[in-house]
């Protein structure tokens, strides 16, 4: 076997494992052949409606560094044998899409998967990618090296007629492929014809190396991968509506469905209540949530706001089919529920009850963080006080953080958060309901601190507005 069909066999052994890093079940089937080393070689294509899986970067580092190279897209379009620092004038993002550390000799990887399925999709123009290294310098071989395998290459992986394969872009083997070093100190020199591209730090001046690889799609598009999640609410109310104080439900079990009704994946929501699946095929899914002991489904589809109802079906927890299209990421499918097992709901109880449920004390449990967080005042008040966990609760109804009891303030506090308790548990608040709105504007203006300052007239508004709260709150 002669040493170029070695090396052959090598570059195609280090697609393989690179390609096993990308999660997937089966290897890469890959499609490398030699062809001649001409530039203007045709464009290698993508199948028209195959599903692009990821992509990588192959250069082989020529002399190493221990220092950072980042990875910008190039956004206007350069010629190999023209460009230089003077004409290319910084035509590129910033922002970095990637990174690597180029500290062995040899060849290295690196994900561009984002880049280059933006390149598929049409949503960014393809004008190549450009090296920086912001310390000392590094080097690599180019496409005019003699060795075939030592050139810069881009390894593209995509599912066809649910096939997993490959394509490599190298010079000399798929497709021509431009590359270039520019040159701060020498601004006016091209340096496309060199074997080498030179990036980093020369003194104070700066080299970069810039790549670009021919990509096409065959008569269609390639399509991206979907995603679809969002929320499961605590719906205190009971309204099938997400309402601000409304907390997400952790440790819930969502399973998601494809074709044919068939289970494909299953998660839980995290602590937010949040879930979500990623890399899906464009296609029909639906999903089901698992009801917790306790609870119940609130009414699907209420209010005229898709994002912020309920999905799924009250008696087994399902969403209606839906649609993920190439590259759509669906973060609308919400599932409302409510406790049903305590045998107080639709009662109300006083400041003494609702201490004691924040499970501050020894034997007792914390039944209150799942109706907060509860504002005192209106969400954008400039003194609202958000209660948001079961400590500050119990310091509210304690009387003794947030003022004294004789404070009225500290009192209209600890009554206002004990009235929406009880209306969180379930308490019908169609008489309480103006007093709430009355208690809440004052409490936008106005904080415990401000009593002393407050006339005897705004005094007794507040004694009176404290009084009809605690008189709905002992029934």
């Not at 970069?208 to 990509?215: D, G, H, N, V």
């Not at 929501?269 to 899914?285: I, S």
């Not at 039944?367 to 500050?392: N, W």
């Not at 953080?401 to 019908?428: E, F, S, W």
């Amino acid at each position: 076997m002669d040493n170029l069909a070695r090396k052959v066999l090598m570059a195609l052994a280090i697609v393989l494992i690179t390609a096993g890093c990308s999660n997937l079940d089966n290897p890469v089937q890959s499609k490398l052949s030699i062809v001649d080393d001409r530039q203007e070689n045709p464009a290698p294509g993508i199948p028209a409606g195959a599903f692009f899986i990821s992509a990588d970067l192959v250069l082989d580092v020529y002399i190493k560094s221990q220092y950072e190279v980042t990875l910008h897209r190039i956004t206007a379009d350069w010629s190999e044998s023209e460009v230089n620092w003077d004409n290319f004038a910084g035509a590129y993002d910033t922002v970095v899409c990637a990174s690597f550390l180029p500290d062995q000799n040899g060849p290295v990887a690196v994900d561009i998967s984002s880049l280059v399925g933006g390149w598929l999709d049409g949503s960014l123009e393809n004008h190549g990618l450009l090296l920086r290294q912001s310390t000392r310098s590094s080097q690599f071989h180019s496409s005019e090296t003699s060795e075939v395998t030592s050139r810069p290459g881009l390894i593209v992986r995509f599912e066809e007629n649910g096939q997993l394969d490959s394509i490599v872009i190298r010079r000399g083997l798929n497709g021509g492929v431009a590359d270039a070093f520019i040159a701060e100190n020498i601004p006016i020199a091209n340096y496309g014809d060199f074997s080498r591209v030179y990036v980093g730090m020369v003194s104070i001046f700066e080299n970069q190396a810039l790549f670009k690889f021919p990509l096409q799609i065959q008569e269609g598009e390639v399509e991206q991968p979907a995603g679809v999640g969002d929320r499961v609410f605590n719906d205190l109310n009971r309204n099938g509506i997400q309402d601000i104080n409304e907390p997400g439900v952790a440790e819930v079990a969502v399973n998601l469905y494809g074709e044919r009704n068939l289970l494909i994946a299953g998660t839980v929501t995290d602590d937010r209540g949040l879930y979500k699946f990623d890399e899906l095929n464009p296609g029909d899914y639906s999903l089901k949530f698992v009801l917790p002991d306790g609870y119940s489904f609130s009414p699907r589809n209420s209010g005229n706001d898709p994002e912020y109802d309920s999905d799924a079906e009250p008696n087994d927890g399902t969403t209606a089919r839906f649609t993920l299209q190439s590259a759509q990421v669906d973060l609308s499918r919400d599932a409302g529920i409510f406790l049903t097992d305590n045998d107080d709901a639709g009662c109300t109880h006083g400041i003494g009850y609702w201490k004691r449920q924040t499970g501050q004390r020894r034997r007792q449990v914390d039944q209150v963080s799942t109706y907060l967080p509860i504002y005192l005042g209106h969400p954008q008040g400039f003194k609202t006080l958000i209660v948001d966990d079961a400590k500050e609760a119990f310091d509210v109804l304690s009387l003794r953080v947030y003022g004294r009891p004789g404070n009225g303030i500290t009192m209209l506090y600890a009554q206002l958060l004990t009235a929406k308790l009880n209306i969180a548990d379930g308490a019908d608040d169609s008489e309480i309901v103006e007093t709430i709105e009355q208690a809440d504007s004052f409490l936008d203006r106005h904080g415990y601190t401000d009593w002393r300052r407050l006339s005897r007239d705004v005094r007794k508004e507040v004694r009176i507005l404290s009084r009809k709260l605690a008189s709905y709150n002992h029934g």
